[in-house]
């Protein structure tokens, strides 16, 4: 999930000494084990930092995994009361992952929202089409113009769209997971006929 969350925004601070523009900043459950590779190669690099939820407070992991420098040792586990941190470096562009306890998932993350057929297929085209193709594409899903304007008011309404019409980050979050938009209509239209 991604999170424009001041806790979250508060933790990659921490990490990295960076405010990480909206929409820049996911939230995972650790899963584990994280090999946590640190290096330059090919325009890119990972940072990483454990960070201590209760105070933010944050120690950087040392470069690792070049030819110069032997990988570090997998992160099998988090310790108690902390995150990993990831700040992803490509050219001047940089966003962040955040893995979090499986339990403190709740704490910087907000609860799956309820979506409508139509706000759910609306905003599906939204994040996957080109304005100048959604309305065509969400007419064969069954989508008049006017459901369409009336769903879009919606999720303008409930902040899942901007006033511009461009999906926001609580609304990529409230179609996570995520599908390309021909796999969603494929499922969409499959599930009419079955």
């Known amino acids: 999930m991604h999170s424009d969350d001041p806790e979250v925004k508060r933790l990659v601070r921490a990490a990295f000494g960076i405010e990480p523009a909206n929409g820049k900043t996911e939230v995972k459950a650790f899963r584990g084990p994280i090999t946590p590779s640190s290096y330059w190669s ?3 690099r990972d940072w990483w930092a454990f960070v201590r939820l209760a105070d ?10 070049s030819g110069y420098v032997p990988d570090s040792k997998p992160v099998e586990t988090l310790p108690e009361g902390f995150a990993l941190a990831c700040m992803h470096q490509a050219g ?9 306890p499986a339990e403190n998932l709740s704490k910087v993350i907000t609860a799956p929202v309820q979506l409508e057929q139509d706000e759910n297929i609306v905003l599906r085209a939204t994040r996957g089409l080109k304005s100048g193709y959604r309305r065509e594409a ?3 899903l069954g989508i008049t113009p006017a459901m369409y304007e009336a769903a ?9 769209l ?4 461009a999906i926001t980050t609580a609304g990529r979050n409230a179609i996570e997971p995520w599908s390309s938009w021909s796999h969603f209509e494929y499922e969409m239209r499959h599930l009419a006929t079955a």
Request: glycine content about 16%; overall charge positive; charged content about 20%.
């Open 92 to 100: 001047s562009s940089k966003w962040f992952t955040i893995y979090v």
């Open 138 to 140: 969400v007419a064969r």
């Open 152 to 160: 879009v008011q919606k999720l303008i309404g409930r902040g899942f």
């Open 56 to 65: 933010a407070k944050a120690a950087s992991l040392p470069e690792s995994g």
């Open 162 to 165: 901007n006033r511009a019409g």
């Open 42 to 44: 090919g325009g890119s």
